[in-house]
């Protein structure tokens, strides 16, 4: 009787344990939540004097017909060379900073970004924040599609915008450059290159030694922009061969796609960065050798 007792107590304690610890993976405390907030999150902060909500897109027309309440909108051509060159590049640190603080941000102000536009939009203005020093900024989870389909209210009115004032504190190491790309693309490389394109594009041709994460399979759709619980981004990430601590350089065609999984990566806590000039510059421009086909070389 005593023998049976102790065996249920050990059963009960180790199952308990066992339960423990699945909590403790399904709760992911790694990730970094502060970068993603709610649409309920939002709502509950939309008048807060420190929080500034902009809506990134190419029309400013968009804009005008609908946005969420309070929201400021940010063009495209503000914060990106646009086709010019090679196409989508980062401006002068003095220009994005105009940019900014025209749209009232300070440095203790909490950005949340969201699009009407293709989603990554949204991430390559994030990785712009990120870039001058800005890292008080989060996306908006599921973007105003998100917001539309829980009835929540969008107006017309644009609010006033009292200028900001902001201190660039550049940071280098997120911008990956050419020459860190070819080092990359090397046997003995540390780095792990992540194509964020579209397999077909990948298939047809791709960086030496890079693996393959479409930005969609991070997203419930791109119609339906919810980012995928952060244990399921870290499953994806495995099953395409990016182990947790590698450090890792994104890229798609010019930086836009790039910018998402560069989101992605950094919310999983991975040391990464993006190369802005991406397949673009790698084979249009200076025509280097790419690997066709779906494996990494």
């Not at 201190?167 to 290159?193: E, G």
């Amino acid at each position: 009787m005593k023998s049976r007792a102790r065996n249920l107590t050990v059963s009960v304690v180790c199952s308990s344990i066992l339960a423990l610890c699945r909590f403790c993976y399904s709760a992911d405390t790694t990730a970094h939540r502060e970068m993603l907030v709610s649409t309920a999150w939002l709502a509950d902060h939309l008048n807060d004097a420190n929080v500034a909500v902009i809506q990134v897109g190419h029309d400013h027309g968009d804009y005008e017909k609908e946005h969420i309440p309070n929201a400021r909108f940010l063009s495209t051509n503000d914060f990106t060379t646009g086709h010019t060159g090679l196409m989508v590049e980062l401006p002068a640190s003095d220009k994005l900073r105009q940019t900014f603080e025209d749209l009232g941000i300070n440095d203790d102000t909490r950005v949340v970004i969201y699009t009407t536009d293709w989603y990554p939009v949204a991430a390559r203005a994030f990785f712009t924040f990120d870039y001058l020093g800005h890292t008080n900024t989060a996306l908006l989870d599921g973007s105003l599609a998100q917001w539309k389909a829980e009835n929540r209210p969008t107006g017309t009115d644009e609010p006033k915008i009292a200028k900001g004032s902001i201190t660039p504190r550049v940071n280098q190491s997120v911008l990956a450059l050419l020459a860190d790309a070819k080092a990359a693309s090397q046997p003995d490389s540390q780095f792990v290159l992540v194509d964020s394109r579209p397999k077909k594009r990948y298939t047809a041709g791709h960086l030496p030694r890079a693996d393959d994460i479409f930005w969609e399979e991070t997203v419930a759709s791109a119609k339906k922009p919810i980012f995928l619980p952060p244990e399921d981004l870290r499953r994806l990430f495995s099953s395409r061969g990016v182990a947790p601590g590698h450090k890792l350089i994104t890229y798609c065609e010019i930086g836009l796609q790039a910018s998402h999984m560069y989101f992605v990566a950094k919310y999983l806590g991975y040391e990464v960065s993006m190369f802005d000039g991406s397949f673009y510059q790698w084979n249009d421009v200076e025509h280097l050798a790419s690997v066709k086909g779906n494996a990494p070389r």
